[in-house]
């Protein structure tokens, strides 16, 4: 009988603090959620980050052997990109970013582990959201990527940045999604057990901290910003190019969250994708919202993500298991 493997990859060290504290919590998770096989959480911070480890796996029973494409298990590994990059580097370096993430979504370079390819892969973060509404604290899953890249025009190119020609365009999901059983897996009584564990985050929260998901909600990205006050100019430039992008669309698409890596890590593999995304602020008001407050803006919002991803990995391993009976 095969192996599943599914990846819970988060972008920095605090996002995957956050998801860890959710994962490892009783009351946090669904009913005989598996502690974890194999931990290596929390990390310290003169960790082997040239030979990166998840910082947990569970492992779930599979299907077993009546379904016509039986499963035996599904391992859910919980990676953070920043365990793996360059402490040298910004953490915020999508350049670096690219480099390490083959090593977290094929094992590339590991001697003791295979080329393998993820059977699903979710990126959990945080985020901004437009318009003046605040949906602070509220968390957001869909599928479909923009990444926009600032510094595409510039010339010469600073040799410390990423391009790519896959920027300035919509990516859909794969055919093969959760979002194809949105029904079943997003269903009532998902969001009442997310939102009623909740953190509401201290600056501007959102009048009420709802989940909301569609397959349609696009993660847009901005690459190569490591200047946070760069972020005042660079998300409205980005959010404007989505728009545009959009206009062209006969079938327009709604955004779910406005960061910087749900897009890159999307790329990196063909395999069914979603992201969730934890609102922290307003596009344009970064340093009021998350500046002023950032442990713990940061720390709410991330915490929810969380909680959505830990309700959802039984789902998925569920979905996984019975995909083609």
């Given at each position: 009988m095969a192996n599943k493997r599914i990846l819970i990859i988060a972008n920095k060290n605090w996002e995957a603090d956050a998801l860890m504290n959710v994962l490892l919590q009783s009351k946090a998770c669904p009913d005989n959620f598996p502690w974890p096989?194999?931990?290596?959480?929390?990390?310290?911070?003169?960790h082997d980050w040239k030979n990166p480890t998840p910082?947990?796996?569970?492992?779930?029973q599979g299907s077993g052997r009546n379904s016509r494409r039986p499963v035996s298990e599904v391992r859910v590994e919980v990676w953070c990109i920043q365990d793996a990059m360059n402490p040298s580097m910004s953490s915020s370096s999508t350049k670096e970013k690219v480099r390490v993430l083959p090593k977290i979504i094929m094992r590339k370079?590991?001697?003791?582990?295979p080329t393998e390819n993820p059977?699903?892969?979710?990126?959990?973060g945080t985020g901004a959201y437009p318009g003046e509404t605040s949906y602070n604290g509220c968390v957001f899953a869909g599928s479909n990527v923009f990444i926009h890249d600032p510094y595409h025009n510039q010339k010469p190119p600073d040799p410390s940045h990423w391009s790519s020609a896959m920027t300035g365009k919509l990516f859909a999901p794969s055919e093969v999604s959760v979002f194809s059983q949105q029904a079943k897996v997003f269903d009532h009584t998902l969001r009442a057990e997310v939102e009623t564990r909740f953190i509401v985050p201290p600056v501007n929260p959102s009048r009420k901290l709802i989940m909301a998901a569609a397959a349609n909600y696009t993660a847009v990205g901005?690459?190569?910003i490591t200047n946070y006050d760069d972020y005042a100019w660079?998300?409205?430039?980005?959010?404007?190019?989505?728009?545009?992008m959009n206009v062209r669309r006969k079938e327009k698409v709604p955004i779910g969250s406005l960061e910087t890596t749900h897009g890159i890590i999307r790329l990196?593999?063909?395999a069914p994708f979603m992201f969730v995304s934890g609102i922290t602020d307003r596009i344009g008001c970064f340093n009021m919202e998350v500046g002023s407050r950032?442990?713990?803006q940061n720390f709410a919002c991330a915490h929810n993500a969380g909680v959505v991803a830990a309700w959802l990995i039984p789902r998925i391993v569920k979905h996984l298991s019975v995909e083609g009976e």
């Amino acid at each position: 009988m095969a192996n599943k493997r599914i990846l819970i990859i988060a972008n920095k060290n605090w996002e995957a603090d956050a998801l860890m504290n959710v994962l490892l919590q009783s009351k946090a998770c669904p009913d005989n959620f598996p502690w974890p096989i194999a931990l290596n959480h929390p990390l310290p911070p003169n960790h082997d980050w040239k030979n990166p480890t998840p910082r947990a796996v569970f492992r779930f029973q599979g299907s077993g052997r009546n379904s016509r494409r039986p499963v035996s298990e599904v391992r859910v590994e919980v990676w953070c990109i920043q365990d793996a990059m360059n402490p040298s580097m910004s953490s915020s370096s999508t350049k670096e970013k690219v480099r390490v993430l083959p090593k977290i979504i094929m094992r590339k370079g590991f001697r003791k582990h295979p080329t393998e390819n993820p059977d699903f892969v979710m990126a959990l973060g945080t985020g901004a959201y437009p318009g003046e509404t605040s949906y602070n604290g509220c968390v957001f899953a869909g599928s479909n990527v923009f990444i926009h890249d600032p510094y595409h025009n510039q010339k010469p190119p600073d040799p410390s940045h990423w391009s790519s020609a896959m920027t300035g365009k919509l990516f859909a999901p794969s055919e093969v999604s959760v979002f194809s059983q949105q029904a079943k897996v997003f269903d009532h009584t998902l969001r009442a057990e997310v939102e009623t564990r909740f953190i509401v985050p201290p600056v501007n929260p959102s009048r009420k901290l709802i989940m909301a998901a569609a397959a349609n909600y696009t993660a847009v990205g901005v690459t190569n910003i490591t200047n946070y006050d760069d972020y005042a100019w660079a998300d409205d430039e980005a959010l404007h190019k989505f728009n545009d992008m959009n206009v062209r669309r006969k079938e327009k698409v709604p955004i779910g969250s406005l960061e910087t890596t749900h897009g890159i890590i999307r790329l990196q593999s063909g395999a069914p994708f979603m992201f969730v995304s934890g609102i922290t602020d307003r596009i344009g008001c970064f340093n009021m919202e998350v500046g002023s407050r950032p442990y713990a803006q940061n720390f709410a919002c991330a915490h929810n993500a969380g909680v959505v991803a830990a309700w959802l990995i039984p789902r998925i391993v569920k979905h996984l298991s019975v995909e083609g009976e």
